[in-house]
């Protein structure tokens, strides 16, 4: 048996999926993403030919042209955005989603524990009014110290055999804490820290990372919260987070200008949510691609047989790109998350968890976003699956039982505006 098949089950082991459904999952994709991807090309060309360009877009222009029309379709750049979303107002926003979905409270607990910077915020998590578990926000770039990106990490998981925090009622189990770390411009002059929109969906992100590490019921410390989640769910409720920045009565209860008050406009919230999905069938084929050649190399390909990985990188790409491969394409040497990041045979597992945190926010959908009540009992029935369960059930049964059915792909190509293009 070949290293690159025995890497491929392996990995198989720790997912969700099986590589059948993954395979279906990427074909359903494709197909559903092809056409609108035909159209994104069409719009790129001439736009191109309408400023001077002469001849064919090629592989190299389509980049710089899809820039310029997004550019000039939506006209919206991160400094204008920056001042409607201060991170007190931003945190503020996000706490209150989680009390009207979880029926949780988050409050400051500055000072009651130890923190490695000065602006590091430390923070309890109270349900019924006790404490149910601990946060550090680390939100702030250094540099000359900290790595870049953004993650969400544990301290401590939830256990019944470890020892509880000193005080607490006999039999009790330790607590879970995590820590969350961004890496967005800290307060300059007197003035809070100002977010893009993209640092606003990746707090949410992680947010929705910690809650699972949090809210889990679970006392056995191997599964509980993030652990013994296969890592093609564990991104459901991070990305199912992300869907309330889209959200208009979210956005708009921490939306305001930190100098005047003054709401998001109206146009800029609706040139937002538009670029959302601005070439959204190419990046959809994009990683369809990239999934596909995945798993052709670690399950079909056989190295020395006649075929390089090129050869059939070029195969898979007549299927999932609208323009003729290009011959000299090397992309596969630097492809690092298939040969050496831990992604070999799992990088589709980025598609499986839009699909599943898509249709769980699908469930709010068909609830009813604007009743209250509907959303609250679906954010209920959430939290006590996806959040409470951990990995002490399987992630398909965890889903099933708050989606009450399997995982569909319509919410997800409906959210990307692809439906229509089906």
Not at 191 to 206: A, D, G, Y
Not at 296 to 312: K, Q
Not at 380 to 403: H, I, N
Request: hydrophobic fraction near 40%.
């Amino acid at each position: 048996m070949s290293w690159c098949l025995c890497q491929h089950l392996l990995l198989l082991l720790l997912q969700m999926a099986t590589s059948v459904r993954a395979e279906e999952l990427l074909e359903e994709l494709r197909a559903k993403s092809f056409s609108a991807a035909q159209q994104d090309l069409a719009d790129a060309q001439a736009f191109a030919a309408g400023r001077s360009h002469e001849g064919e877009l090629l592989w190299w222009d389509v980049a710089f042209w899809a820039e310029r029309l997004r550019e000039d379709k939506y006209d919206l750049s991160d400094e204008e955005l920056r001042p409607y979303f201060a991170l007190p107002a931003v945190l503020d926003g996000l706490f209150k989603v989680a009390k009207r979905l979880f029926d949780v409270d988050v409050v400051p607990a500055d000072g009651e524990a130890s923190v490695w910077n000065p602006d590091v915020r430390f923070f309890k998590l109270l349900a019924g009014g006790s404490p149910r578990a601990y946060f550090y926000l680390d939100p702030y770039s250094r540099p000359a110290e900290k790595r870049g990106g953004a993650w969400m990490a544990e301290v401590v998981g939830r256990s019944r055999l470890l020892p509880p925090a000193a005080g607490s009622a006999p039999g009790s189990p330790r607590l879970p804490v995590a820590h969350m770390v961004c890496n967005q411009s800290p307060p300059v002059d007197g003035q809070p820290s100002l977010m893009t929109f993209r640092e606003v969906e990746t707090l949410f992100h992680e947010f929705g990372h910690a809650l699972q590490h949090m809210l889990t019921t679970v006392d056995e410390g191997l599964v509980a919260g993030i652990r013994g989640v296969e890592w093609d769910a564990v991104e459901l409720p991070s990305q199912f987070m992300e869907n309330w920045c889209y959200d208009r009565p979210t956005l708009y209860s921490f939306a305001r200008h930190y100098q005047t008050g003054e709401a998001l406009p109206e146009d800029m919230f609706s040139r937002l949510k538009a670029a959302k999905t601005f070439r959204s069938g190419t990046q959809m084929l994009r990683q369809v691609h990239f999934s596909s050649i995945d798993l052709e190399l670690h399950s079909r390909f056989t190295p020395g047989a006649g075929e390089s990985v090129f050869d059939r990188d070029a195969a898979v790409a007549q299927k999932t790109q609208v323009m003729p491969s290009f011959p000299q394409d090397r992309f596969l040497c630097s492809f690092s998350h298939i040969f050496a990041g831990g992604y070999s045979a799992g990088y589709y597992s980025y598609k499986w968890a839009e699909v599943l945190s898509a249709d769980a926010f699908g469930a709010f959908e068909e609830a009813g976003l604007d009743d209250d009540a509907a959303v609250v009992s679906t954010g209920r029935r959430f939290r006590d699956t996806v959040l409470a369960l951990g990995g002490s059930k399987a992630p398909e049964l965890v889903f099933e039982s708050f989606r009450g059915r399997q995982p569909s792909t319509d919410a997800l190509l409906r959210h990307n505006g692809l439906l229509a293009a089906a």
